[in-house]
């Protein structure tokens, strides 16, 4: 096996930019499989609704990072409540952790298309970027966050569209 540690080799591989992402007060969202209400069971969801009920009073108190956490758990117990994700993502706007806002308001929008509020959270994320561009309208990490959040939006409103359309043409 040849050493890979001499100078002229690590020299000659092409080197590989290293990716960091932001630190997070939150972890990474679990991943949903392709799950429905009959999948969770009633002690799970039971149990998912006492973490939502203390994340509820956490966001109420103005505690974020605590109600982030305990959205999480209620999360991992019933992952089918979109209404989870959509806490979860106020919750991360609030946080001024836009992408993970997004992920999750996706994630709410997957789970149950029709639920307006999902929508509703792409529309903040919007208007804190706007903010923040009209305090530093140099930003271009924020205007590329805007410009592709905005993106997003017109695409998932067009196919919301495009499914109600479907569903009226099918009566």
């Known amino acids: 096996m040849a050493n890979h540690s001499s100078?002229?080799?690590?020299?000659?591989?092409?080197?590989?930019?290293?990716?960091?992402t932001p630190p997070s007060s939150i972890p990474p969202s679990p991943t949903l499989s392709r799950l429905?209400?009959?999948?969770?069971?009633?002690?799970?969801r039971s149990e998912a609704?006492?973490?939502?009920?203390?994340?509820?009073k956490a966001f109420v108190g103005h505690d974020f990072n605590k109600a982030a956490d305990l959205y999480t758990k209620a999360i991992e117990l019933n992952p089918a409540d979109a209404t989870l994700w959509c806490n979860r993502a106020?919750?991360?706007?609030?946080l001024e952790e836009h992408g993970y806002g997004l992920s999750d308001a996706?994630?709410?929008?997957?789970?149950?298309p029709k639920y307006?509020?999902?929508?509703?959270?792409?529309?903040?994320?919007?208007s804190d970027f706007k903010k923040l561009l009209a305090l530093e309208p140099q930003n271009q990490l924020v205007r590329t966050q805007l410009d592709s959040t905005q993106k997003i939006l017109r695409k998932v409103e067009f196919e919301k569209a495009i499914e109600l359309e479907e569903e009226k043409s099918a009566y």
Do not use: C, F, G, H
């Open 7 to 20: 100078s002229s080799e690590a020299s000659s591989l092409p080197s590989t930019p290293t990716i960091t």
């Open 36 to 44: 429905t209400l009959q999948d969770v069971s009633e002690e799970a």
């Open 49 to 56: 609704a006492k973490w939502k009920a203390e994340a509820n």
């Open 90 to 94: 106020y919750t991360r706007i609030k």
């Open 106 to 112: 996706s994630m709410a929008i997957e789970i149950n």
């Open 116 to 126: 307006a509020k999902a929508y509703y959270r792409y529309k903040q994320a919007i």
